[in-house]
């Protein structure tokens, strides 16, 4: 039997069709081939959730969002079908929530209870709410930033005002200038402590060379007697004491001399004639020495 071109292109069409069909639905997050469990979950706003959304357990994919049921009369809260893993226990009390990122996704977050003895049955209804995340938190941040702009806006205008005085460059040119001594005087402080850091090794040698011949004296001292010593400056003391004695007494040599005022104008007498003496002899040599080559005396 032979196939025609139009039902090979026909059936082709077919295949490509349920291809394609599976594939969406696989990358939706639907698995076809698999049975799920359906629960219900109320929601006052779902903010932006459609269907085939993620439903996430401690972070962990368990199923997806299948239908989304509005209340258009407004009796009733917002009534959404998941389909969960069968092999997956919702204890009694589990609550679920809608969050979306800061990029626009939104996901159910299933919070499961610690109720190790109820579960939730399939077909019943899981309370949810809406937790905003980081975007509430953003939106709780409007009203604040909103007041504190204004208050910026002075801040700016007072900080330009400033900076416009002509007082702030001068300023900011003293800073660079004491900031350029204070380089140089730590680059001189540096080389000082560098030269005092070579001078120390010979300074301490010096001390201990200090420290040693004090040491030594000290011990000398310490081997002196100071008695012997002492005795011996005692009689030097003696012996002086009786030289003044014997100067200030009018007996002997030296005494008589000292006291005696007629010896002394002898004395001086005897000087003034000895000197005169001189005198005449320096002026009249011949008178006293007679010299002669031939033996004659002169007349």
């Known amino acids: ?8 292109i026909a059936l082709v069409a077919v295949v490509g069709l349920v291809v394609l069909f ?11 081939f698999s049975s799920d469990t359906s629960y219900y979950m109320s929601f006052k706003n779902i903010n932006g959730l459609s269907n085939n959304s993620p439903v996430y ?10 239908a989304i ?22 204890p009694k009390g589990s609550t679920a929530e809608v969050v979306s990122d800061l990029l626009g996704n939104v996901q159910v977050n299933l919070l499961l209870a610690n109720n190790p003895r109820e579960k939730v049955n399939p077909g019943e209804r899981i309370e949810g709410a809406v937790n905003d995340g980081a975007m509430g938190k953003l939106k709780d941040m409007i ?18 005002t400033i900076l416009a005085n002509p007082a702030i460059a001068k300023s900011i040119g003293n800073i660079e200038q004491v900031t350029s001594s204070l380089t140089t005087t730590t680059a001189q402080l540096n080389a000082l402590m ?13 001390a201990n060379a200090v420290l040693d011949n004090t040491t030594q004296l000290t011990s000398n001292l310490a081997q002196v007697n100071v008695g012997e010593t002492m005795q011996k400056v005692n009689a030097t003391l003696d012996n002086v004491q009786k030289l003044t004695d014997e100067l200030n007494s009018a007996e002997g040599t030296v005494g008589l001399m000292m006291k005696d005022p007629a010896l002394y104008r002898n004395m001086n007498s005897t000087m003034r004639s000895a000197d005169s003496l001189l005198i005449d002899l320096r002026s009249h040599p011949k008178r006293y020495v007679h010299f002669s080559v031939f033996g004659k005396k002169d007349k």
């Open 194 to 206: 560098a030269g005092l850091n070579k001078e120390v090794p010979g300074m301490m040698n010096r």
């Open 57 to 66: 357990a401690d972070g962990y994919k368990v199923g997806v969002v299948k």
């Open 1 to 8: 039997m032979k196939i025609s071109k139009e039902i090979k």
């Open 69 to 90: 049921n509005y209340d258009y009369n407004h009796q009733d809260d917002i009534l959404i079908e998941v389909g969960l893993d069968p092999a997956l226990r919702v």
């Open 22 to 32: 599976f594939g969406m639905n696989y990358l939706k997050g639907l698995n076809l």
């Open 143 to 160: 009203p604040a930033v909103e007041r504190i702009l204004p208050k910026l806006d002075s801040i700016m205008s007072s900080l330009n």
